[in-house]
Structures are given as structure tokens and as C-alpha cells.
């Protein structure tokens, strides 16, 4: 079964850092870009960034480029979201998915708070 | 940034009657690969997103056969042939085709 497992949220002060983790099982990792979509409350889906299959290439929202980082570990069939310089306004449940152009498996969700 | 617009903030349906909803795009989805990256994902509350179509018109294994969708270039419509009370959701499009990767404002079908 084809499944992501994601993992790392928390709440976090304005200025903080968190490390979410994606851990993917059931398929070839190494066959899939990968990509985060966000969630704040009350609100719609919000790409955040992609991933290509390698990790030579990634790609962010202008929201968040220059705070966050993406990288995997495909020896692990691990993805990995580094957010820095966190802002009240990522907070938002973060889904890790699969897929560069089209978007097809999601996990459960991670929920991630930004408040003083 | 491509903009996806979808006409209806909230949908209103009642059961076992058709459902229409539209995505309108800023600019051609058609990717120099020749490929539309348009998919439809189904919200429903509490759970993870769902795709039901991928590539405009493609049903995903598992998506219910009543929903079809079509359309191309800019202009994309999901269907319901008879909704059943397990489609109350959001319904968001989204473009894979250009960065930053874009979602519709999602449709909020319930029933009436």
C-alpha cells in the first residue's frame, strides 16, 4: 500500500525553526518528485514546494523561499521540510505529497503553529 | 502566477441530482510537453485531500465512476452525475503545469 507518513509539527515561536519529515513506503521513491501543500485554518490549499526525483532541483512559493529548504534522503524514502524564520503566517497543516506535475498521494497531515 | 478561478464559493446540490463546477485558468495549461497538468482533488472535512482526476480529464482508480470531468486550454469543468451525501466536501482544481504551482479557491459542495 502506497502510503506518506508525515511527521515534525508542533508550535513554534515567531523567529523558530522546525524539520518536517515525510516518510514514504509502498513505492519506488526515487521514481517521484515530491511536493508540500499547506493548509492554514480556515483556508484553502497552498502549494509550498516540490521536490524532483533526484533532488538536484527544488523548487518554493515566494512566501516562503529564502526561510524553508526541501531535501530528501532517498536511501531512506524520506522527505524532509526545513522551515527557518518561521512567520504567525505558516501556521497551517502541512501535507507532504507525491508527485512533480501531477499531485496524486497525500498524507495525513502535520500541524504546524506559529504564535508568541 | 496562474490564476485558477472557480466560479462558486459554495454549491448547494440536492441528492441524487447532477453538479457542475468550474475552473477557469489565467493562461494556457497545456505544457510544452504536450500534457495538461489540471487535476481535481476532493476535501472532505477531517480527512487529507483526495485526487479524483488528474490530467483534466483522467478518473483516478477508486474516484466514484458518476464523477467525469473535462475541458482544455483554460477552461475545465468537474461533474457529478448524482450526488450522494458522501461528496459534501471542498473541491479544489489545480495546475501542475507552470511554478509556482496554483490551486483554485475550492467549491464548497453540501446539500441542500
Known amino acids: 500500500e502506497v502510503q506518506l507518513l508525515d511527521s515534525g509539527g508542533g508550535l513554534v515561536q515567531p523567529g523558530g525553526s522546525l524539520r518536517l519529515s515525510c516518510a514514504a513506503s509502498g513505492f519506488i521513491f526515487t521514481d517521484y518528485g515530491m511536493t508540500w501543500v499547506r493548509q492554514a485554518p480556515g483556508k484553502g490549499l497552498d502549494w509550498v514546494s516540490t521536490i524532483d526525483y533526484s533532488g538536484g532541483s527544488t523548487f518554493f512559493a515566494d512566501s516562503v523561499k529564502g526561510r524553508f529548504t526541501l531535501s530528501r534522503d532517498n536511501s531512506k524514502n524520506t522527505l524532509f521540510l526545513q522551515m527557518n524564520n518561521l512567520r504567525v503566517e505558516d501556521t497551517a497543516i502541512y501535507y507532504c505529497?507525491?508527485?512533480?506535475?501531477?499531485?496524486?498521494?497525500w498524507g495525513q497531515g502535520t500541524m504546524v503553529t506559529v504564535s508568541s | 502566477d496562474v490564476v485558477l478561478t472557480q466560479s462558486q464559493f459554495s454549491l448547494p446540490v440536492t441528492l441524487g441530482q447532477p453538479a457542475s463546477i468550474s475552473c477557469r485558468s489565467s493562461q494556457s495549461l497545456v505544457h510544452s510537453d504536450g500534457n495538461t497538468y489540471l487535476n481535481w482533488f476532493q476535501h472532505r472535512p477531517g480527512q487529507s485531500p483526495r485526487r479524483l482526476i488528474f490530467?483534466?480529464?483522467n478518473r483516478d482508480s477508486g474516484a466514484p465512476a458518476r464523477f467525469s470531468a473535462s475541458g482544455s486550454g483554460t477552461d475545465f469543468t468537474l461533474k457529478i452525475s448524482r450526488v450522494e451525501a458522501e461528496d459534501v466536501g471542498v473541491y479544489y482544481c489545480m495546475q501542475g503545469t507552470h511554478w509556482p504551482r496554483t490551486f483554485g479557491q475550492g467549491t464548497k459542495v453540501e446539500i441542500k
Open positions: 490530467r483534466v480529464s
Open positions: 505529497t507525491r508527485g512533480f506535475y501531477d499531485v496524486d498521494v
